[in-house]
T-cell receptor, first 114, second 114 residues
């Protein structure tokens, strides 16, 4: 079945350092989504990338979708303590009609030392 | 004004019992899901319903039975609970007619089987 791999599993940084998490799918994706889950919370949708090679920015966060639509990355510039949480990528595939499936990577837990 | 609400938030029960988790969304979304998040934070799709019709049924024991009385509700009934069922169960909903929408998750139900 379709798999979405995400690395690293954990990342600890000093406040102000940059952070990147990478996502790779075994199959071509319709789109890739990114979510953030704070400790004890629920996944919250951040962004969706649809086009090959797409790059989107949200303040200090930069999201990229690979040319082959099989890989993606999330980069955070100058991390802050509010960035703490688990970042998940999720790849969307469609096997016909309304049969969409969103498969999550295992997430990267980011901790930030103030 | 909660968009996706799940009840109960916590559920502690003994092995062998039967329990239900309820989910309701007021976003007007067409599709609803159940995800299981294990102790390692891995989010795995269990079921997906589109307009009350079962779309995705992953390899889940048939002790788990979803029911969707209408497109705003998706409940999960679990028979003969086992220790391995302990996890956080998230309900989510989505729509597909806009490129900028992802999934909206409920706050989760932490199930502990003792």
């Amino acid at each position: 079945g379709q798999q979405v791999m995400q690395i690293p599993q954990y990342q600890h940084v000093q406040e102000g350092e940059d952070f990147t998490t990478y996502c790779n799918s075994s199959t071509t994706l319709s789109n890739i989504q990114w979510y953030k889950q704070r400790p004890g919370g629920h996944p919250v949708f951040l962004i969706q990338l649809v086009k090959s090679g797409e790059v989107k920015k949200q303040k200090r966060l930069t999201f990229q979708f690979g040319e082959a639509k099989k890989n993606s990355s999330l980069h955070i510039t100058a991390t802050q303590t509010t960035d703490v949480g688990t970042y998940f990528c999720a790849g969307l595939t469609n096997s016909g009609g309304s049969n969409y499936k969103l498969t999550f990577g295992k997430g990267t837990l980011l901790t930030v030392n103030p | 004004d909660t968009a996706v609400s799940q009840t109960p938030k916590y559920l502690v029960t003994q092995m062998g019992n039967d329990k239900s988790i309820k989910c309701e969304q007021n976003l007007g979304h067409d599709t609803m899901y159940w995800y299981k998040q294990d102790s390692k934070k891995f989010l795995k799709i269990m079921f997906s319903y589109n307009n009350k019709e079962l779309i995705i049924n992953e390899t889940v024991p048939n002790r788990f039975s979803p029911k969707s009385p209408d497109k705003a509700h998706l409940n999960l009934h679990i028979n003969s609970l086992e220790l391995g069922d302990s996890a956080v169960y998230f309900c989510a909903s989505s729509r597909w007619d806009s490129p900028n929408y992802g999934y909206t998750f409920g706050s989760g139900t932490r199930l502990t089987v003792v």
